[in-house]
């Protein structure tokens, strides 16, 4: 299995900009496919991003499409979010996750390993 830790969460003002980042235990993190989540209260948790094994592929939500990135650095076991823009409505729990396949990078289900959370809120 691949232990997470994620790291970068915070208070930032609209129209900032945030990066978090999420660290994995082992030596096979390529052959894991990652994703970033998010849940605010009183919701349920949606799926923002994903990422394939070798970083060609991803996948975005609606939601967040064209303001959030992410990329992966399989020599340094790291999953990143840039999150540029950021709105109110961000204002949430942030989760990185990993699954060893997928059929489709923008299915939310088959996610097994999780990270901790990290609370990022975004002030009007």
């Known amino acids: 299995q691949v232990q997470l830790v994620e790291s970068g969460g915070g208070l930032v003002q609209a129209g900032g900009s945030l990066r978090l980042s999420c660290a994995a235990s082992?030596?096979?993190?390529?052959?894991?496919?990652l994703g970033w989540f998010r849940q605010a209260p009183g919701k349920e948790r949606e799926i923002l991003t994903s990422?394939?094994?070798?970083?060609?592929?991803?996948y975005y939500a609606d939601s967040v499409k064209g303001r959030f990135t992410i990329s992966r650095d399989n020599a340094k076991n790291t999953v990143y979010l840039q999150m540029n823009s950021l709105k109110p409505e961000d204002t949430a729990v942030y989760y990185c996750?990993?699954?060893?396949?997928?059929?489709?990078?923008?299915?939310?289900?088959?996610?097994?390993?999780w990270g901790q959370g990290t609370q990022v809120t975004v002030s009007s």
């Open positions: 996750a990993a699954k060893i396949f997928s059929w489709d990078l923008g299915s939310s289900g088959g996610y097994d390993y």
């Open positions: 990422i394939s094994r070798g970083g060609g592929s991803t």
């Open positions: 082992g030596r096979t993190f390529s052959s894991y496919v």
